[in-house]
């Protein structure tokens, strides 16, 4: 049965600081989402990663993908405010797709 | 959301009484999927559909169905809705091959 842990789940941060949002699964995939989520909106695509070594990025976010290892990383350089919100992974299972729990971040000026 | 809609976007209903939650799809997607989202639990899967007729449980399915009769809609029904059901619920889809799950804009059910 797929198992997505996501962590932190909350995460409080200085602007201008760097930090790593950690996703770990527990079956084969090769397919991996990071999502995020600003308070009462729906779920906003940021990347999606297909195969092993993937890596994307776009602004001060960048994921990776180890499928060896079952992990997903979203690396967050200097951040901003702006980039307050709530961060998901998601598994793709084949049929299922499995949510981890979430990581708010917070981050302040 | 472009090409995804759910309806209604917000409902009260009372315990005991039947629900039922729409997604609507331009996309001619195959898969579909129906997610609750609730504080410290992220989004969990309900059900979900890998093509018309064909629909599958997912994480969290006890006291919920689904029908998908057309490709287009993808149905979500309580046939005895209870407060542990008070929830956002949102839809998403995903094409063969297709390289991003793509959500509905939610559903807020309140179970009084």
């Known amino acids: 049965e797929l198992k997505v842990e996501q962590n932190p789940l909350f995460l409080s941060m200085q602007e201008g600081k760097n930090y790593t949002i950690y996703c770990n699964y527990s079956?084969?995939?090769?397919?991996l989402y990071w999502y995020r989520q600003d308070p009462g909106k729906s779920l906003e695509s940021l990347f999606v990663?297909?195969?092993?070594?993937a890596v994307k990025q776009e602004g001060r976010l960048m994921a990776s993908l180890d499928t060896k290892a079952r992990l997903s990383t979203l690396h967050i350089t200097a951040a901003v405010h702006d980039l307050s919100a709530t961060y998901f992974c998601?598994?793709?299972?084949?049929?299922?797709?499995?949510f981890g729990k979430g990581t708010r971040l917070h981050i302040l000026p | 959301d472009a090409g995804i809609t759910q309806s209604p976007r917000h409902k009260v209903t009372e315990t005991g009484t039947p629900v039922t939650l729409r997604c609507h799809q331009t996309?001619?997607?195959?898969?579909m999927y129906w997610y609750r989202q609730d504080p410290g639990h992220g989004l969990r899967l309900i059900h979900y559909s890998y093509g018309v007729k064909d629909t599958d449980k997912g994480e969290v399915s006890d006291g919920y169905s689904v029908s998908r009769s057309k490709t287009e809609d993808f149905l979500l029904t309580l046939e005895s809705a209870t407060s542990s059901q008070t929830s956002v619920y949102f839809c998403a889809i995903k094409g063969t091959g297709a390289n991003v799950l793509t959500f509905g804009a939610g559903s807020r059910l309140t179970v009084l």
């Open positions: 998601a598994v793709d299972g084949y049929d299922k797709i499995i």
């Open positions: 990663l297909l195969s092993n070594g």
């Open positions: 996309e001619n997607h195959r898969y």
């Open positions: 079956t084969t995939s090769d397919r």
